[in-house]
């Protein structure tokens, strides 16, 4: 499905969305107490509700209520195929939930999940007690516990989802275990992993983020969580403001261990007027400046950054790139693709972006079945010489359901 977004100036006051990053791990900790779990202002995009079907397949009852969800927790056997839908998260981090079973358990997923690699879970779950298939290193991939604990080695470099998984289902081992990390990225996710467990009265140590030791035997305790609101999705609310706008962003925790948050920091190098306080996040119109920015530990503000970069004047270096090539889209290739059909040139070298800003012609873009593409593909539109219209657009419901309906409500010139 198409949507035209035209130049607009956003102004109001918006919710941002509920985090499913938080949202998720929240599930699998649900799933794994005793009693009663109650989460309030629950995200409902894609991927939270793949996360709510896996929980529920593997013998926890969820009930919703008014702006909340109640979780009785209980992991047991009640379906042998696990589908995660579209959600990298979901399939790395209840693979190791599913081995903690003694029976055969398939995770499977769609869409470009299943071209995403999957085969670093093998060799750490296998020395862990855990018979591993997968198809070529990509789903489905087939676990049969019990998940016993020891010592192993996992590679960090490309994601930290599958650290997520292991983290949260070690506790529950018959042994103490030991996780030697090299080259993590992403270390703010798996803070944000080691926030939640401890949350559900679950322990865990590191030395530096290179050494995990995780106790054997643990039990997590049900609890009440309020789920926080998305960085990520809120980072291309607070560049629109900043293109062409004036908006407070409510929801947000200013202490948060989500690694967007250094959104703040990129709009501050970037000149932007922006301000954090306990209620909200204001951002106005600026003069936008060209600005370096290292996404390593936070490659999914690479789109809206580059559309923060598209309105200045100069050139902008991201450094991180290498980040981006095993997203829902090769996401590198894809923002220097659809910025080139918007007027902005973008220039990869190895590791680093170059964002060559100034003028936005506007014109059309293809969403590449990518929630972060068609969001930045509306937030480049904010000040183009002319509308954009983008191919694709239901893809931000993975993500964030209701973007292009705020977009309206704050203003925004947006025609389906």
């Not at 949507?3 to 998720?24: D, Q």
């Not at 790395?92 to 999940?113: C, E, H, K, N």
Request: hydrophobic share 40%; charged share 25%; glycine share 10%.
């Amino acid at each position: 499905m198409d949507i035209t977004v035209e130049s607009s100036f956003l102004k109001g006051t918006i919710r941002a969305p509920a985090s499913k990053s938080v949202m998720i791990r929240v599930l699998a900790a649900g799933l794994l107490s005793r009693g009663e779990t109650r989460v309030r202002y629950p995200s409902t995009c894609d991927d939270a509700l793949a996360a709510r079907q896996v929980i529920r397949s593997l013998g926890a009852e969820v009930s919703e209520g008014d702006n909340e969800w109640l979780i009785k927790g209980g992991i047991s056997l009640l379906e042998d195929v696990l589908d995660v839908g579209e959600s990298g998260l979901t399939a790395r981090l209840f693979t190791p939930l599913a081995a903690v079973l003694s029976q055969p358990m398939t995770i499977t997923g769609r869409g470009s999940l299943m071209k995403r690699p999957m085969g670093m879970m093998t060799e750490p779950l296998q020395h862990l007690g855990v018979t591993v298939e997968t198809n070529k290193g990509y789903l489905p991939v087939t676990v049969h516990g019990p998940l016993r604990g020891g010592n192993i080695r996992v590679d960090g470099s490309k994601s930290s989802q599958f650290l997520t998984g292991l983290l949260m289902s070690l506790p529950l081992a018959e042994k103490d275990s030991t996780i030697r990390v090299d080259k993590l990225r992403s270390v703010p996710y798996i803070d944000l992993t080691l926030r939640v467990m401890e949350h559900f009265g679950v322990k865990c140590e590191h030395s530096g983020y290179e050494r995990f030791f995780v106790p054997a035997n643990q039990e997590y305790q049900a609890a009440e969580m309020d789920i926080e609101g998305d960085w990520s999705g809120a980072a291309f609310l607070l560049v629109a403001a900043a293109i062409a706008g004036e908006l407070k962003v409510t929801g947000l925790d200013p202490e948060s261990r989500q690694a967007d948050r250094r959104i703040m920091e990129a709009l501050g190098a970037a000149g932007v007027e922006a301000d954090m306080t306990q209620g909200y996040v204001y951002v106005k119109k600026s003069d936008i400046h060209p600005f370096f920015f290292d996404i390593t530990h936070c490659p999914d503000l690479a789109p809206p950054l580059v559309c923060l970069a598209a309105y200045a004047q100069g050139e902008t270096v991201i450094r991180g790139a290498g980040r981006l090539y095993e997203k829902e889209s090769n996401r590198a290739l894809t923002l220097q693709e659809e910025a080139g059909k918007l007027g902005v040139r973008i220039d990869l070298k190895g590791d680093t972006m170059v964002i060559h800003g100034g003028r936005v012609t506007g014109g059309e873009s293809d969403a590449h079945q990518d929630h972060r593409i068609a969001m930045f593909a509306a937030t480049m539109a904010f000040r183009a010489e002319n509308p954009v219209t983008i191919h694709g657009k239901e893809c931000v419901s993975k993500s964030y359901p209701d973007f292009f309906q705020d977009l309206k409500k704050l203003g925004g010139n947006v025609y389906e």
